[in-house]
């Protein structure tokens, strides 16, 4: 059974003391401000499912809970001390009689408590520049936002829905026009909706379509500083999710190669690249396998099974045939024996690449601008798989309890965070059978498992989302508890073979270990000890070299088949409802695609996924791959969304883009420390060809992005739906509008943004002209202490007998608006005409 590295560090001495484990001060950060802007989000979503929204109120909350968790953690610690307190003794009794009656000595010599790992923040200077670097390049690509505030697309009813949230206080609202006793019958746009998005839960109840988390920060954003703080939350959080990724990238590269954090910190590498890392790995077997063994025996197995796997890979690299081969070629065989210097310049360099590649990718800028939740689905992905990877790294449970709660914030934002879900249940039910579900795995599920009711509800309430939910393709929770119950008795079935396969491993290494001390004692049994150390270590690295070659053609036969899908199985159609057959261009998918990202973007992805998949296994680097690589698939084989771009390619912008962004940055962070090692060949041959790579995919990436800085996608929208709320002065008024042919129309962008966003009722007049008498005198009987307009396209006055009109207001404008295309890559902007008259209705 190969093994994966898990990130930890090493003892510090003979007796078995476990060093501090070490997060960087960047880590610290950046995912501090991850987690703040997650619970802000959480808190004012709760807020708002309760009716009380407000700043006052998210802002004492917020702060609460990270109170109340101290106090839980810390309560919860003194217990446990209680518990553990050893029975008195006399003075002249030593540790040495406390441990024969099988007391545990903490690793500064206090009786009575377990050695936990302690974690440590150190200052890391490359580390702060970077993401300095990182986050000013990002900021000069997202920041403004747009100015988002019509409403006919996903955006402008999330804005509509937040600037509601804060004005009301609720993520629901009550359509008095849905009253029988003032209107008989009101239009709908379609069924069950009064505008677009604008959905009747039931009777005069509207809950807006989409899931509420994004439109509540966007509220607590608007009760901060209005419309200009409301959208510039978008940016915000895909400058932490830039800066997010690249840390996630730059702490699994630097530990999966095996050298040390920044000077000062613990853990240093071995030549094997992970065999650091080992002695936990052993401890947690060793553990398992005595089934109550004392803490403290645990504890030496893991050092003599450490021991013997450290042997192993310093013997595989001094006597194996290969030897001399890899120390020639140890720059692309990860297994430097500069390790240090090597592993922490290939992450600032993998850290580098991610960062730039991601912020200067079209897709990316353009959604970071764009107020809608993919950007926000992103920064939480990115911050649950930094809690996941510190958690690997250190050895910690904090960590791990961060990213649990960051994956359940995830699925309150929208409906695929099911996805990740389940392939953390997945992740779960893998670390049952392998006997590894440790106190990490139990603070994720933890962290999961106080947003996940609030969560579940909001998918699968009636009162909520449950037919959004729905809708979208997410089974039904009957079905996704049977799929998680499913792959957790899988794993508890296979944990006793499982434990078998480890039993054996451990009783090889058991022997290699007591060789080892043999070995020490009696220089004599050196070679033997060498070569059956070797052959343990080889069986390993085959059995990992195997797996990840079959890794990689599977990856490699997916991708031809995506490309050649529209050769081998022609176009992709679908029935769209109201739309009749229409093309997907499913079948086009890495090809559309590759015109943002490129095709030798995909070619670095899929170097990067080599260097995870053919050198020795690292926990964190798999959990980049797994955790992107197999949505990328999902989404490529059916998008599920409007086929026209830039709208298309959102899909990719929650996990995919940064998934293969990613695996590019590693690839190209592993051949750019190639420049650091002193070997010329070396830079030459893979240091300086990766550079020329990095600056090619940046001079793809900046043309396309560079016209969006200058770019404000419906700019002015806000502006034209303020002039028409201040006809009513003051008061709600009632607002009918035309209906229209799509798209893009008055009718089509301003009634529902007026409504939620202003407060001021918008309805669509009868779809027959001879109907709009009736309907209109139905509002004034109705609506008596508000006044009533009709909109009429340019300056026509509609004709409605027996009803007088006056002229209010003409609007006339224009809105910025970027090109849309379904066969090419949109690349440039246009503008929206509007032109339209407000009549006020005269009263008898």
Known sequence: MPEADGGVSVPSDDRGEARPATVWLSEVIVGGLVLVVSLVAWVSLALADLGAHSLTAVAVTTACVPVAVAGAVLGRRMLSAARRSPPRRSAAEGPEEGEKRGETIAADGVPGTDRRRRVRIRVDPAGLVVIAGIAALAGFFFFPGFAYGAADKDPGGYV???????????????????????????????????????????????????????????????????????????????????????????????????GPAPPGTAGAGSAAGG???????????????????????????????????????????????????????????????????????????????????????????????????????????????????LALASGSWPPAAMAGVVAGIGFLDRADGMLTLLLAAAAGAVLVAVRRFDRRAVAFAAGLGAVLPHALWQAYSPDANRDYTLINGIPDLPVIAGIVAALFAAGLLARPAVGRLFAARAARAARAARAARAARAARAGQAGRERRTVSQAERSRRIQLVVGLGVLLVVAGLFALGVLRGRLFGADYKDFEGLGRQRTYDERSLERLAWFVSWPAFLLAFAGLAVVALRRWNAMLWAVVLSALPLLAVYAWHTRNSVRLMWWARRYVPVALPGLFALAGIALGVALAALVVRRLPARLMVGLPAAAALGGLLAFALPQSLPLRHHDEMGGSFAVTTELAALADGREGVYLWPREPCCLTESDLFPAALWLGRGQLSALLPEDEADWPGYVADFLHGFPDSPVFVIGSDATEPRIPGVDLVVARRVVTSLPFWDESETSRPDHATSIPVDFTVWRVMRP
């Not at 069924?191 to 809950?207: E, L, N």
């Not at 450490?306 to 042997?311: D, E, Q, R």
């Not at 580098?352 to 107020?371: D, E, F, I, R």
């Open 275 to 389: 065999a650091d890392r080992a002695d936990r790995a052993g401890g947690a077997d060793r553990a398992d396998r005595a089934g109550g063994a004392d803490r403290a025996g645990a504890d030496r197995a893991g050092a003599e099974d450490a021991a013997a796997t450290t042997g192993a890979a310093a013997a595989e690299q001094v006597t194996s045939p290969r030897g001399e081969v890899e120390r020639t070629w140890a720059w692309f065989r990860l297994v430097d024996r500069t390790s240090g210097r090597f592993a922490n310049a290939a992450g600032l360099f993998a850290a580098v690449a991610t960062g730039a590649l991601l912020s200067t990718n079209m897709l990316q800028v353009w959604q970071a601008k764009y107020p809608s939740s993919e950007i926000s689905a992103q920064m939480l992905f990115a911050g649950a798989l930094l809690g996941v990877v």
């Open 160 to 258: 509509a829905h937040g600037l509601e949230i804060a004005r009301t206080g609720g993520y629901s609202l009550r359509d008095p026009a849905s009253d029988p006793a003032r209107v008989s019958k009101v239009e709908m746009a379609s069924p069950g909706a009064r505008f677009p998005g604008v959905w009747v839960s039931h009777g005069d109840v509207i809950v807006p379509q989409f899931y509420a988390l994004w439109p509540a920060l966007l509220a607590t954003a608007a009760d901060i500083g209005g419309e200009r703080a409301l959208v510039q939350v978008g940016p915000l959080c895909g400058l932490l999710a830039v800066c997010t990724l690249a840390l996630v990238v730059r702490r699994a590269v630097t530990g999966a190669l095996g």
